[in-house]
């Protein structure tokens, strides 16, 4: 795994969705914004599915997924990570948060958490450190992470500062969860560590998720990657366009459509190509224009 490290990065991006179905009208702008951001800066860009919730998946999603990405030209330029043969990288990240004393157990089911918060008036899914001290008895049922009583903020290529003061905010998060699978905010670290991401480009419903990883980064003694979080995709009542809300399958027989709405909501100019080769060419020189030098001031302060 990639360590704190001194000099410029080679850029380095990438896309990973969940296999719990195909990709909608969000996942293609999440996807193409990631793609474009790599070739408008001659950089790599990787696909990882992230499969670490069995119970969550599609049988064949990932293969779909992979298809649909080739067929609207959006291939990865390295062999396509999966998250589930990357157990081993996990581990090894917690055993070092252990070691740190960084790591507990915790005893607490969701409905404690709800009764908790409805006792203290604190937001729902605030932690309020109840297991840190011990368990008292109980049987351990998740790995969670201490945080600090401190802001943890970045700077967005688009969204400008943003920060968090983890323990009023968020609280000590989970890392491994009670059913013993590993928590999206550790797998997402290390595999981008591992993978050497530079920058990250995805969609503001993440934004929140940021702080967090980036606490874990400099826990481990990863680099903080550059973040550009662009606006999600909304169906009709307001709602973030999700499988989980019946969100439309992108529709491969009308490519050059879906990838003409895709670049409108990333505030592309209509194109109006002939071919998806020729949109998605247009499509560079466009983001190139409108990102590149905002990136490449970013690329010069310390990664």
Known sequence: MNQVESGPAVYRGRFAPSPTGPLHAGSLAAALASWLDARAQGGTWLVRIEDLDPPREVAGSAEDIIDTLAAFGLESDEPVAFQSERGSLYRAALDRLQQQGLVY???CTRKD???MAAQSGARLGVYPGTCRNGTRGRPVRALRVRV??????FEDRSLGHFAQWLGRDVGDFVVRRADGLWAYQLAVVV???AQGIT???RGADLLDNTPRQIYLRRALGFRTPHYLHIPIVTSES???LSKQTGARPLDRSDVLGELERAGR???????GADSRDAFLECAIRLWRERW???STIARTSTY
């Not at 600090?148 to 903020?153: E, K």
């Open 191 to 193: 595999d981008d560590a």
């Open 238 to 240: 307001g709602e973030k």
């Open 113 to 115: 958490m709800e009764e």
């Open 199 to 201: 920058d990250v480009v």
């Open 105 to 107: 157990g915790c005893a």
């Open 292 to 294: 590149a030098a905002a």
């Open 148 to 153: 600090p009583a401190a802001s943890i903020g």
């Open 265 to 271: 909501h990333l505030g592309l100019a209509p194109i």
